[in-house]
T-cell receptor, first 111, second 117 residues
Framework: NAGVTQTPKFRVLKTGQSMTLLCAQD?????MYWYRQDPGMGLRLIHYSVGEGTTAKGEVPDGYNVSRLKKQNFLLGLESAAPSQTSVYFC??????????FGSGTRLTVV | GQQLNQSPQSMFIQEGEDVSMNCTSS?????WLWYKQDPGEGPVLLIALYKAGELTSNGRLTAQFGITRKDSFLNISASIPSDVGIYFC?????????????????FGQGTILTVHP
């Protein structure tokens, strides 16, 4: 099925470990986004990209890095995980500015 | 940054009842959108609103774009058990607002809906 695929779906990290979350879309969308979802906080934008090779900071970028080397992929990296980064992470993509398509999320626990 | 206030935070209703939720903002938006998130899944777009004052329906769902561009509401009529989930409003800034703001959505905190059979 066409859409946005996130891997992995679940992960447990120890404090200080690093990891990369992968987002892949097959809709040829220019725009891609990484959000985190925490109870009572809604969805908060971490980083986004308006095209291959471009990235920009969102609302809560600290502790995360991203790369968009290929149009279809958007990677989110945690260099040194902290318990405050325990969250559900969602990737989304969109054609121009309309109608985000979300992935099914990655549930990350940092212990 | 921009803030969206979504209310209520949660609702517990009986099957068949109507539901209403709303979002307000301190800033104006170009577009308002409403999403639903089922447990364990990502949000899915329900309704998009593009003009101030616009009233749009999608089956049992009706949403309106406030005339001031600072608010929106979503109504669900005759609720059914599969309406359970988290509903999010989202606002999209005007093109060119803040340079790279175009396309970025600001989300409300979400309304958790529980429907009792």
């Amino acid at each position: 099925n066409a859409g946005v695929t996130q891997t992995p779906k679940f992960r447990v990290l120890k404090t200080g470990q690093s990891m990369t979350l992968l987002c892949a879309q097959d809709m040829n969308h220019e725009y891609m986004y990484w959000y985190r979802q925490d109870p009572g906080m809604g969805l908060r934008l971490i980083h986004y990209s308006v095209g291959e090779g471009t990235t920009a900071k969102g609302e809560v970028p600290d502790g995360y890095n991203v790369s968009r080397l290929k149009k279809q992929n958007f990677l989110l990296g945690l260099e040194s995980a902290a318990p405050s980064q325990t969250s559900v992470y969602f990737c989304a993509s969109s054609y121009l500015a309309y109608g985000y398509t979300f992935g099914s999320g990655t549930r990350l626990t940092v212990v | 940054g921009q803030q969206l206030n979504q209310s209520p935070q949660s609702m517990f209703i009986q099957e068949g009842e109507d539901v209403s939720m709303n979002c307000t903002s301190s800033s104006i938006f170009n577009t308002w959108l409403w999403y639903k998130q089922d447990p364990g899944e990502g949000p899915v777009l329900l309704i998009a609103l593009y003009k101030a004052g616009e009233l749009t329906s999608n089956g049992r769902l009706t949403a309106q774009f406030g005339i001031t561009r600072k608010d929106s509401f979503l109504n669900i009529s005759a609720s059914i058990p599969s309406d359970v989930g988290i509903y999010f409003c989202a606002g999209q800034p005007f093109p060119g607002a803040g340079g790279t703001s175009y396309g970025k959505l600001t989300f409300g905190q979400g309304t958790i809906l529980t429907v009792h059979p």
